[in-house]
T-cell receptor
Framework: DQQVKQNSPSLSVQEGRISILNCDYT??????FLWYKKYPAEGPTFLIS?????DKNEDGRFTVFLNKSAKHLSLHIVPSQPGDSAVYFC????????????FGQGTRLTINP | DSGVTQTPKHLITATGQRVTLRCSPR?????VYWYQQSLDQGLQFLIQ???????AKGNILERFSAQQFPDLHSELNLSSLELGDSALYFC????????????FGAGTRLSVL
């Protein structure tokens, strides 16, 4: 039972354009969501997060949107840069109780010059 | 640099053997989490420790055990190793509380031959 799903295994975007990565979840108990970026041979690096009491959080070129009714979140990267090429993981957790992160399968983003 | 240190980076061993993976959390972080990433699966939560005590368990095999020491470093012990245990093992740490941002180490790549 996959509680967090990233349905696009890969995405290719032109440099300078917007990258939009999507994530769906099924567990309504999740109330904290995060995006991580991962390069080969490295651990996941925290990018941005959002609490369920908000619908948007922005940090520089990165914006995360949360649609609780649809159980959907997205990560927007504007403008996309070659260094953004990596695998992006969506993760979710419950603030109360066990705070384990439940990860999606990841989306490989490639930024083309 | 996330501030989370994992050793060793690589481990090659044979079936039936026992290994120990070590993790030093970020300074000030009381929670340590262990995750496994296999080739065909995303990051799967194994176990969490908070200030020396086990807080939550995921799909951790009985052959695997962990502990967190008074200096807050943690060790993951894997015994009676099987070929299917070959994976990347990540440690993460967090302060805990309402903002559950977990910072990951670079991982230990375990190869069981």
């Amino acid at each position: 039972d996959q509680q967090v799903k990233q349905n696009s295994p890969s995405l290719s975007v032109q440099e300078g354009r917007i990258s939009i990565l999507n994530c769906d979840y099924t567990n309504s108990m999740f109330d904290y969501f995060l995006w991580y970026k991962k390069y080969p041979a490295e651990g996941p690096t925290f990018l941005i997060s959002i609490s369920s009491i908000k619908d948007k959080n922005e940090d520089g070129r990165f914006t995360v949107f949360l649609n609780k009714s649809a159980k959907h979140l997205s990560l927007h990267i504007v403008p996309s840069q070659p260094g953004d090429s990596a695998v992006y993981f969506c993760a979710a957790s419950e603030i109360q109780g066990a705070q384990k992160l439940v990860f999606g399968q990841g989306t490989r983003l490639t930024i083309n010059p | 640099d996330s501030g989370v240190t994992q050793t060793p980076k690589h481990l090659i061993t044979a079936t039936g053997q026992r290994v120990t993976l070590r993790c030093s959390p970020r300074s000030g972080d009381l929670s340590v989490y262990w995750y496994q990433q296999s080739l065909d699966q995303g990051l799967q939560f194994l176990i969490q420790y908070y200030n020396g005590e086990e807080r939550a368990k995921g799909n951790i095999l009985e052959r695997f055990s962990a502990q967190q020491f008074p200096d807050l470093h943690s060790e993951l012990n894997l015994s009676s190793l099987e070929l299917g245990d070959s994976a990347l093992y990540f440690c993460a740490s967090s302060v805990g509380g309402a903002v559950n941002i977990q910072y990951f180490g670079a991982g230990t790549r375990l190869s069981v031959l």
